[in-house]
């Protein structure tokens, strides 16, 4: 998709931030006039529907003590943000359907009044997005908060995966890349603040695009390898003496007046 050059008008030279699912979603915010701080939560890649016990054997629990870690947090987030593969992929048109209706049954538990979700490869790619907008509407939408102007970018229901390269060209060879990203970055980087969230590799990643910082969340289903570490883009094996280990989520604290944004990454809290 095109992103609407509008709204990076909006952007008037001040902070922002993009959010992304990897080869999902983006969310693209900047500040404004009127500046408070506040904190949001990421949670990425739930997968709900994967089964691979030598992988995660609690694939049906993961969530759930993630939403209720949440839940107990002293301070409430002001909202939390799902970047992409809420379900794992399959065929089946109403299998894809009953595992957005589980995920929701435990995002539904979610204690905070907001929750924006974007779409990932594996909720989108194979019908062009028709469930997920059934179950969540849009594929990409702004909000305010703040001060602060969030895009929701999609370009995963598109079969040529539009939107992305230079930012998202993290190792090719694992299909981590994003075909078309140039625009994307061409447009933010007259900006002199951006920060993108994604998710999609699966694992804690930091790197820069000029000025641009990117992280890259945790799962909550399993870990995938560092880039090119392995022979293949397998899931990392479960390993009974650190459980959950490699799963997590996180917390991000904005600083609205200097466009600083800190991450501070949260553990599943084991049985
Ligand atoms: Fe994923």
Partial sequence: M????????????????????????RI????????????????????????GPK??????????????AVNSLDQKPD?????????????DANERRS???????????????TVHYMAGEHDAALDRGDAYQEFFGKLNYTFDHKGVHFIVLDNVSDPGAIVGETQLKLYPQWDWATVDAKG???SLM???????????????HHYMTGHIAHHAAKSLMFPLPAPGSAPKRAPIPWDAAAPYKGLGY??????????????????IPGD
């Fill in 190 to 204: 007259p900006y002199k603040s951006v920060t993108v969230f994604y998710g999609h590799i699966h694992q804690e």
């Fill in 250 to 267: 996180r917390e991000i604290e904005a600083d609205v007046k200097t466009a600083r944004y800190e991450i501070s990454e949260l553990a």
């Fill in 55 to 68: 992988v995660n054997p609690d694939a049906k629990g993961t969530l759930k003590k993630a939403v209720a």
């Fill in 184 to 186: 994307v970055i061409d």
């Fill in 99 to 113: 595992r957005m209706t589980q995920f929701q049954d435990i995002a539904g538990q979610l204690n905070v009044k």
């Fill in 28 to 51: 693209l915010g900047a500040t404004r006039p009127k500046q408070e701080d506040f904190y949001f939560v990421q949670l990425s890649d739930t997968h709900i529907g994967f089964e």
């Fill in 2 to 25: 095109e992103i609407d050059r509008r709204d990076f008008m909006k952007l008037a030279g001040l902070g922002g931030i993009v959010f992304a699912s990897g080869l999902g979603g």
């Fill in 79 to 91: 909202f939390i943000v799902f970047t992409g593969d809420l379900t794992h992929t399959t065929d």
